[in-house]
């Protein structure tokens, strides 16, 4: 039901065309070529992923990004016009494309190669933040807060609170600073992977513990390992679901949307958690990280 009420989500980020090749027994190699069984294009990049996952759980939420006016991006443009995403702070740019990922996934384990495209500042940036439904900004990842390190405080004088999952890349994760400059953030929303490359700890609850000096709330992504959580109520952990995997491309971005829908319901911690992983499986049972659309939807 369409209200003024402030219930919505912001999510901030690069649109990425993703080509996503599953149905492979190994990861390609230098000087070999693999045939894939399966391949998916899909519009792709943790702030659309996590927003079509706030939009099928029916939290409302808008996706303030830049797209460019390549053939790949008219197409995922159109997938994404089906997503129930409101794109009304969608920036149409010809140097933001084309922005394409290449997925191979093998089981759990997937490679990447990414091309970035033009600035991430939106023009829409301040009708966004003037927006009359606005609740949260989620920043779905480091270096799209990097490339604009006013979003936080703008965010936040905006009256909105603020998440962040921080995304792998190598230039930034291992970055000194980040810490300091993602001060202000509400929840963090790393996985494994980046909480050990920013704490150090490859011990998942020294890992969340060390992130927990920093923020109010920390969500912890581990994979088939589940999810931990720490805030002011202690660390708690939830075990995965044991569901069919396809592809794990965005799950960690659904999870996003399942905790921060549960969060701003002020559900507790462990409500919060089941739901990041009941929409994390969600994820990694269809190619492509946003759900399917389908007539019921």
Not at 55 to 73: E, K, N, Y
Not at 242 to 253: E, F, H, L, R
């Amino acid at each position: 039901m369409m209200t003024t009420e402030k219930t919505a989500v912001i999510s901030i980020g690069r649109i990425y065309c993703d080509l996503i090749f599953t149905g492979l027994d190994e990861l390609p190699v230098l000087g070999r070529e693999l045939f894939a069984r399966d391949m998916e294009i899909a519009a792709g990049g943790g702030a659309f992923i996590a927003a079509a996952h706030f939009a099928h759980i029916g939290r409302p939420v808008a996706l303030l990004a830049r797209l460019g006016t390549d053939t790949f991006s008219r197409d995922i443009g159109d997938k994404m016009a089906q997503s129930g995403v409101d794109l009304q702070f969608l920036e149409h740019a010809a140097d933001a494309g084309p922005q394409v990922t290449v997925a191979t996934v093998v089981g759990q384990d997937r490679a990447f190669l990414t091309r970035r495209a033009g600035a991430a500042r939106p023009s829409t940036l301040d009708a966004a933040f003037a927006w009359d439904r606005a609740r949260h900004l989620h920043i779905a990842e480091f270096a799209t807060l990097h490339e604009m390190p006013d979003l936080v405080s703008r965010a936040r004088a905006s009256g909105l609170s603020v998440s962040l999952d921080p995304s792998w890349d190598a230039s930034l994760i291992y970055d000194k600073d980040l810490l300091n400059a993602c001060a202000g953030v509400d929840v963090f929303l790393p996985n494994l992977e980046e909480a050990e490359a920013i704490t150090g700890h490859s011990d998942p609850e020294a890992a969340i513990r060390a992130l927990a000096q920093a923020f109010p709330i920390v969500a912890l992504k581990g994979g088939a390992q589940g999810a931990w959580v720490s805030s002011a109520s202690g660390l708690h952990h939830s075990a995965a679901q044991k569901v069919p995997v396809v592809d794990t491309t965005g799950a960690g971005d659904a999870f996003n949307a399942g905790f921060l829908d549960a969060w701003l319901q002020r559900q507790d911690e462990q409500q919060c958690l089941e739901a990041g992983i009941a929409a994390g499986s969600l994820a990694v049972q269809a190619a492509g990280g946003a759900p399917k659309v389908t007539a019921a939807a």
